[in-house]
């Protein structure tokens, strides 16, 4: 079944605008990472939040994790044209392998100039 | 540059064919991944090996065969596949079992087209 689940599917937005895009998702878990992918091109890490954080923040970039509701969120700050990406969210089962990762279908953010 | 590099980065085959991916991390990491990735589709975990030990095979039909001769080299062996079966093939490696929490680091992909 479908772990991380990301919405919305796709968000375009002006340069310098925030851009928030939600990942929810099934089972508990130990950490949920977010990950972006420019097209055609291989993931790249962005966050890792653990279960037991709530708020993390790297740069531009701020993640929450609400493990009642079992959501996150990913938050960019004055968005740039060299945002534009997929953004996926990933989860690993807390009651599986420690080293096995379940993507969403991901966000496609489009920054306009 | 993750650290992770795939070879061909495109690939256009037939279907009677036989080729390989292959993919090796310069990072000192103990695991390796294959993923599968279609269009409007979540990424498909394949195959996982530790410590170049298979721990993972996702029901992954037989025409994939999976190699790792060591913990730096990863291939993907392909024979007879379908068209159903072109997409970006993606493989990643993270320094399992060094705790609870698991950052993997992908290589830029390979495009297989499947005539």
């Known amino acids: 079944s479908q772990q991380g689940e990301e919405d919305p599917q796709a968000l375009s937005i002006q340069e310098g605008e925030n851009a928030t895009m939600n990942c929810s998702y099934k089972?508990?878990?130990?950490?949920l990472q977010w990950y972006r992918q420019n097209s055609g091109r291989g993931l790249v890490h962005l966050i890792l939040?653990?279960?037991?954080?709530r708020e993390k923040h790297s740069g531009r970039l701020r993640v929450t994790l609400d493990t009642s509701k079992k959501s996150s969120s990913l938050l960019i700050t004055a968005s740039r044209a060299a945002d534009t990406a997929s953004y996926f969210c990933?989860?690993?089962?807390?009651?599986?392998?420690?080293?096995?990762?379940?993507f969403g279908k991901g966000t496609l953010l489009t920054v306009n100039p | 540059e993750t650290g992770v590099t795939q070879t061909p980065r495109h690939l256009v085959m037939g279907m009677t064919n036989k080729k390989s991916l292959k993919c090796e991390q310069h990072?000192?990491?103990?695991?390796m991944y294959w993923y599968k990735q279609s269009a409007k589709k979540p990424l498909e975990l394949m195959f996982v090996?530790?410590?170049?030990?298979?721990?993972e095979n996702n029901s992954v039909p037989s025409r994939f065969s999976p190699e790792c001769p060591n913990s730096s080299h990863l291939f993907l062996h392909l024979h007879t596949l379908q068209p159903e079966d072109s997409a970006l093939y993606l493989c990643?490696?993270?320094?399992?079992?060094?705790?609870?929490?698991?950052?993997?680091?992908f290589g830029p992909g390979t495009r297989l087209t499947v005539l």
């Open positions: 990933a989860t690993d089962d807390s009651g599986g392998s420690n080293y096995k990762l379940t």
């Open positions: 090996y530790n410590f170049k030990e298979q721990t």
């Open positions: 990072l000192g990491h103990n695991a």
């Open positions: 939040i653990r279960s037991n954080e």
């Open positions: 990643a490696s993270s320094p399992a079992g060094t705790g609870n929490y698991n950052e993997q680091f």
């Open positions: 089972t508990s878990i130990n950490n």
